[in-house]
Structures are given as C-alpha cells and as structure tokens.
C-alpha cells in the first residue's frame, strides 16, 4: 500500500514535470517568433510598440496558459492542499523551464539580471530574471514540503497566520514586478483606463520610452522573507502536530 502511494506521488510529479516542461518550451517557441518579428535586432528596453491585437492575443495566451497549469494541478491533485501543491510545483518549473530554453534557442538572457517582461496582466510586470527564478524555486520547496509532508501522514494545513504571511509576501513581491509601470500610470493619469491600455496611445508612447534602472531587491527580499516565515510555520505546525494517517 505505501509503496503503491509512493508510486503516485512520484507519477503525479513525474507528469507535472513533463507538463511544466513541456508548457516551458511551449512558450519559449512562441516568444522566439514574437522577438524574430518584432525584435529582429534582440530584444531589449525601452520596448518597441506592438499593435494592440498582438498585445491582447497575448494576454489571452497569458490567460489561457495558468488555466492549463491550474487544470494539471487538479487532475494530479487529490484533495484541495495537494491540488495548490502541484500547481505552484507546476508553476515553478514552467517557469525554469521557459529561461532555460530560451538560453538554448536565443541565447538569452546573457544574466540573470537581465531585465525582462514577466506578465502583462492586468499591467506589465518586469525585473532582473534572477526575481522570477527565485519566485519559482521558492514555488517548488513550497509544493514539495506539502507535498511529501502529507504523503508521510502529516497533518498539512495553511492555516490563518501562514496565509497572512503568504499573501503579504506575495503582494510585496507583486509590488516589485509592477511598481514602475504602475507609477507610470498613476502619474500620468491613466488609472482609468487601465483595462484599456493596449489600446492608449499615451501609455503606449510611455511604454517605447520606459528604460528600467533600479530593481528594489530589498522589498523583494522582504516579501520572500514573509513568504520563507508562511512555509516554515505551516512545516512547523505539521511536525508538531504528528502523523494521523497518509493521503496520496
């Protein structure tokens, strides 16, 4: 019986490795045809405009990909705390996975502080891609803790404080990513027309002159603080709490 449940975790986490993998290269795929047409001397700041069509076909891929990776997590999933366990380890490998193939077809990013775009929604986030590769191993420990915590009998919840810790941690971490172009919208008086960005020419101009200069890694830091301080107490209280039977 243990051994057939061992056998499930580690199928379930073999396919979302293949998957996150596989959605990696994916994407990769089609940001070299996106920068092949729109970038043909590399990609680099201040961005160059992209029709607005491009721009909301993006998001829909956006969109569309964290349905899919939400989708996994739930057929690999049992329960609801295993289900956000392999979303994130899906998330994170994605994620991994992504760079590491386009170091291998566009040789880039030539550092890991290199600047990037991360996400277009509900607005452009960007920072050194160390930020997300950071975010994603942290993703990874975090599934990987509940995961094999659960599978050997441990009671795993996230419980009130751990989800405080989490969400402030995330929120400053988000924070990070969005802070230039939300202070560019702020001050520029287009926060009312955010769902209509791709289309406003004002922000657009704004978007073909934004250079990036300064990554606040200490709020960075400080969020991942939060977030280290959310697993350990949810770890924590799984230990302290003893085995009370085993879910797979």
């Known amino acids: 019986m243990i051994k057939s449940e061992r056998n499930g975790v580690y199928s379930h986490l073999l396919l979302c490795l293949c998957f996150g993998i596989a959605m990696g290269l994916l994407e990769a795929i089609v940001v070299v045809y996106l920068r092949t047409l729109h970038c043909p001397e590399g990609f680099a700041f201040p961005l160059v405009s992209i029709a607005p069509q491009i721009l909301s076909t993006e998001l829909l891929r956006e969109m569309a990909t964290i349905v899919m990776l939400a989708l996994v997590a739930i057929i690999a999933g049992r329960n609801s705390l295993q289900r956000f366990a392999y979303f994130l380890f899906t998330f994170g490998v994605w994620d991994i996975a992504y760079y590491l193939f386009l170091r291998v077809f566009l040789d880039w990013p030539p550092s890991v502080f290199t600047w990037d775009v991360l996400f277009l929604i509900p607005l452009p986030w960007v920072a050194p891609v160390l930020a997300p590769l950071f975010c994603a191993v942290m ?110």
């Open 139 to 248: 993703m990874i420990l975090m599934s990987l803790a509940m995961i094999f915590l659960q599978f050997r009998g441990y009671r795993v919840t996230i419980g009130f404080t751990e989800w405080v810790l989490l969400l402030v941690g995330v929120a400053v971490v988000l924070a990070t990513f969005v802070w230039d172009f939300m202070a560019m919208i702020i001050g520029n008086g287009l926060l009312p027309q955010i769902r209509s960005l791709a289309e406003n020419e004002s922000f657009r101009a704004l978007v073909t002159e934004y250079q990036p200069y300064y990554y606040n890694w200490l709020l960075f830091a400080c969020g991942q603080i939060f977030i280290v301080g959310g697993i350990g107490s949810m770890v924590s209280r799984a230990l302290s709490r003893g085995r009370g039977g085993r879910i797979a």
